[in-house]
């Protein structure tokens, strides 16, 4: 299937690792034009150069930094068509351990800027009669994941934005969807087990084993398989999928 994808130009956050080069890979594959964005410039240098990408440094916890990015991705490409809103996964937390300081400085790194790098580009599209964007969540957002609550909270928060603004803007070509990854074999999954090893005395392999056997296909996911699911929504042939949010989690969620 030709999804339509050459000479469509894409914008990934997060683009440097794990889901988002995920995501990046997918849609330079299928023939976009694509900037990865990322803090980190080794990595990030590296990541484009592997797909013959834009790199595009951004920290997005620095709010002047983001309201720079989206003009100068426009600039360095002449439009954005897709936007992929990814970022690196929040700290571990509990409800009940309260810290003004780290919940405002998530959301601001989480939240607040991808809403802003999206309001950025809309009207580009809504000229264009077309965009995509498309928000990178966690299967959280339906099944609260213990110890985890920041991301709990703001991915879901974030994805009520996505869903009320899909409905404002399907009229203009542009289609908003939310992306949940469950259990995916990166950096931050291994962080995770390796967190909970440390926290009960537990080896790490059996913990990951037993978070596999959790998983009806009872393995980890993969990046590319994220990525896939990425470039079929940024594709003209998912013109008829907005406001969704699709699991790509092996059939780990229940509801």
């Not at 068509?81 to 309260?98: I, K, Q, T, Y």
């Not at 537990?202 to 959790?214: C, D, K, L, T």
């Not at 896939?228 to 790509?248: D, M, P, T, W």
């Amino acid at each position: 299937m030709d999804l339509g994808l050459r000479g469509k130009r894409a914008l990934v956050l997060g683009g440097s690792t794990g889901l988002g080069f995920g995501a990046g890979k997918a849609l330079a594959g299928e023939g976009a034009t694509v900037a990865l964005v990322a803090r980190t410039g080794q990595r990030l240098d590296a990541a484009a150069k592997s797909l013959g990408s834009h790199a595009m440094a951004c920290d997005l916890s620095s709010p002047p930094e983001v309201e720079v990015l989206p003009h100068a991705a426009m600039s360095a490409m002449g439009h954005v068509d897709v936007v992929v809103l990814n970022g690196a996964g929040p700290p571990p937390l509990d409800a009940s351990d309260f810290s003004a300081a780290v919940w405002r400085s998530q959301f601001e790194t989480m939240l607040v800027s991808s809403i802003s790098i999206a309001g950025a580009l809309i009207p580009s599209m809504r000229d264009r009669r077309f965009g995509r964007i498309i928000l990178i969540a966690s299967t959280s957002i339906v099944e609260p994941i213990p110890g985890l609550v920041l991301s709990n909270a703001l991915r879901a928060g974030l994805h009520g934005w996505a869903k009320t603004l899909a409905g404002e803007v399907a009229c203009d070509g542009i289609t908003v969807n939310t992306v949940m990854p469950g259990r995916i074999a990166t950096d931050r999954t291994q962080g995770l087990d390796e967190a909970e090893a440390k926290r009960t005395g537990r080896n790490v392999e059996r913990i990951a084993a037993a978070s596999q056997a959790e998983i009806p296909v009872r393995r980890y996911g993969t990046a590319d398989e994220l990525g896939a699911v990425v470039a079929f929504l940024a594709s003209e042939r998912a013109s008829y999928v907005n406001g969704a949010r699709i699991a790509v989690d092996g059939g780990l969620l229940r509801n």
